[in-house]
């Protein structure tokens, strides 16, 4: 790979990047703006508050790839500078304690994995001080700016070179394969500690367990950390706890938390390093519909307390005020994501920025600032600082592009089901909409279940829209946002409140004129596939349907994909619940029900949710005589990375839709670029 200079001094653009306005008029997006659309991630401000570095990925058509690379811009927007530019990419940017290195990691230059690399603030060329073997899945600086806890993966023995013959995979997991991880083996990852000046790195957990989520004492005396830590197999367990233990070798790390499930991070210390903030979640049975509770536990041990017990809301994130009184974090709630401030001592939370927006994630120094990653409906995702509660934009990544394009209007929906259920929802009008016109209705359902469609920027939902469909998102009973109970209330029952509230929401915006009854579609990725299968075999309302990594009969996903804790301890085994297994594959057991053009849609190498669950839906469906097709992507996993197959996708999305949907009409907008 080739070596490209780097340095501080590099690229110096000014605060305006991306915002001159065209005079021409604004177009509608077309499928050719996912290669123009730029995606911003990881703030992480610097110690003194003067730069916030970000990770701005870009996606090129000719090469068929995405590259990212690191960015800054300064804290009064004035300077914005191209910190690398390599092709081979940078993520995970994170300041030294001093000021003095911006660190990265990166596989350029033929390392194994992703190694860290060093840039001096002062200029010069970006260092790597990493040639581990195993690549680095995360890091932590320590506070004197000379060590740096690793988590790495064990050390697997590398074939013998000169013997180029296959191996075959041998496997003696309970839990032994994983999406894009592909088959596991018996390494776990591990807590290390790296001395910058030596370039050595020293195990501090070793044995069978799993390390994760490093976080410094304020002394740099202690690492606090996740581990699973139980008797027996750790594939059969989903708890784990806090730990902490001196940085350095030899030392025997503290257990910090006892609650049966999971306690982990990310992890914070208060600034007198008496306290340490750490994410409570539920039930172990409910692991598919975990919501994560913000706790805090004394770092010498002690009792733990749940401090947003009456939040009911999942969150993420915490950080510690400068005075140790408080505590901020991350938290979603009902189609947003907010800040939240909560006392150590407990009470209310505040909410320090309101609006229809999603907080993607922040960052904050020892005095205070804040930056955080924001987008809404129509705005993609930028780094904003927040100032008494005002959010100020930093970086303008796509505001060239916004500039050019017409985007459509998203707006709240909320309506009641038979059995009385709240749901609530988004509502994406065609581009141009005029009122008292009936449009063709794309229910367009998200996956997880345990996710929510929110108020941050969806391509996906903007192309639509732009090709006159009106677009309704639901956040049917699995969905988060809106409590532990809503979230739990699918439990080992798939396919069927879910359904009530899917065919609820289209009802309601039936009745309101923007839909024509006549012209329903329905689809989605994932669990929104699996959906997809549910809904339609359950009604013939839909004159389109598409379903993405989807699967019907759930019997066949046993041992077939990932999910095997979830499936023991929710439906139990197949052959103590076989009648439950044979419910919840309904789809496929009553496919002579279903009457919808149906395209399937999958990666061939997703273990997530495999492709042969859209294969065996694709089968019944053309031994029924039902329109329908299957898209196959050769070396893909659950999110298909190469470009040109989502451009692919999208076109076959559109051109699905407009063939049952707009008898008759052009079919000319699937093919536009």
Known sequence: MRSVRIAFAFIVCVGAVGTSQSSAAKRPIRIGDMYRLKNVVDPQISPEGKWVAYVVSTTDSAKDKTDSDIWMTSWDGAQTIQVTSS?????????????????FLSSRQGGKGSQLWLLERQGGEAKRVTELKTGIRGYEWAPDAKHIALIMND??????????????????????????????????????????????????????????????????????????????????????????????????????????????????????????????????????YNEERLAVVPANGGASRILTEALDRPVSSPRFTIDGKSILFLYTDDRARFIGKISVAGGAVEKLVDGRRVIGSMSMTRDGRIAVLESTATQPSEVFALENGTLRQLSHQNDAWLAGVQLATTEDVAFKTKDGTDVHGLLVKPVGYVAGQKYPLLLRIHGG?????????????????????????????????????????????????????????????????????????????????ILTDYTIATTNRFKAAIAGAGSALQLSMYGSDQYIYQYENELGPPWKAQELWIKLSYPFFHADRIKTPTLFLGGDKDFNVPVIGGEQMYQALRSLNVPTELIVYPNQHHGLSLPSFNYDRLQRYLAWYDKYLKPGALQAGAARP
């Open 87 to 103: 092709p081979d990419g940078e993520s995970s940017p994170r300041w030294s304690p001093d000021g003095r290195y911006l660190a």
């Open 155 to 288: 050390v697997v023995p590398e074939p013998d070179s000169a013997n180029k013959k296959p191996k075959p995979i041998v496997l003696d997991r309970y839990h032994f394969k994983s999406d894009a991880g592909g088959y596991l083996d018996s390494t776990r990852s591990h807590l290390y500690l790296f001395d910058l000046d030596s370039r050595k790195a020293t195990i501090l957990t070793p044995g069978l367990y799993e390390e994760s989520n490093p976080a410094w004492s304020p002394d740099g005396k202690w690492i606090a950390f996740e581990s699973k830590r139980v008797a027996g197999d750790l594939d059969r367990s989903t708890n784990s706890d806090v730990f902490v233990i001196e940085a350095r070798a030899g030392a025997t790390p503290k257990q910090l938390t006892t609650f049966d499930g999971p306690d982990g991070g990310p992890l914070a210390w208060s600034p007198d390093g008496s306290t340490i903030a750490y994410l409570r979640g539920s039930e172990a049975k409910f692991s598919a």
């Open 449 to 529: 279940p345990n996710g929510q469609d929110q108020h941050s920027f969806n391509l996906e939902n903007e192309l639509f829209a732009a090709n006159d469909y009106a677009v309704l998102n639901v956040n049917y009973r699995g969905s988060n946002g809106r409590g532990e109970k809503y979230q739990q209330a699918i439990f080992a029952d798939w396919g069927n409140k879910e359904v009530v509230d899917l065919l609820a929401g289209v009802d309601y915006v039936v009745s309101t004129g923007i839909a024509d009854p006549a012209r329903l579609g329905i689809g989605g990725w994932s669990y929104g596939g």
